[in-house]
């Protein structure tokens, strides 16, 4: 079957770190452009960030540049997302999207960031 399958969303205080990994299932990431977007309650769907196929070319939205690290390993037909510094208003439902001869998403995981 194919799909993405997102993990390593939870709750985690300000100014913490989470680490979110995008495992693919079915298909094979490599000729993907690979990115996640999230979504805070009563918000409309973001990019956070996105990597590129061979070259590994990344570029983040404001919001996370300076704090967030995407990175793929086709080897191992994921993508990750390293978050720090993180602050309330990155609390949201991250997901995980691949453009390529198929457009994908995941399912969403939920990262909460609160005291």
């Known amino acids: 079957q194919v799909q993405l399958v997102e993990s390593g969303g939870g709750l985690v205080q300000p100014g913490g770190s989470l680490r979110l990994s995008c495992a693919a299932f079915?298909?094979?990431?490599?000729?993907?452009?690979m990115s996640w977007y999230r979504q805070a309650p009563g918000n409309e769907r973001e990019l956070v960030a996105v990597?590129?196929?061979?070259?590994?070319?990344?570029n983040y939205a404001d919001s996370g540049k300076g704090r967030f690290t995407i990175s793929r390993d086709n080897t191992k037909n994921t993508m990750y997302l390293q978050m720090g510094s993180l602050k309330p208003e990155d609390t949201a439902v991250y997901y995980c999207?691949?453009?390529?001869?198929?457009?994908?998403w995941g399912q969403g995981t939920l990262g909460t960031v609160s005291a």
């Open positions: 079915g298909f094979g990431i490599s000729n993907y452009v």
């Open positions: 999207h691949a453009l390529g001869p198929r457009d994908l």
């Open positions: 990597i590129t196929t061979i070259d590994g070319i990344t």
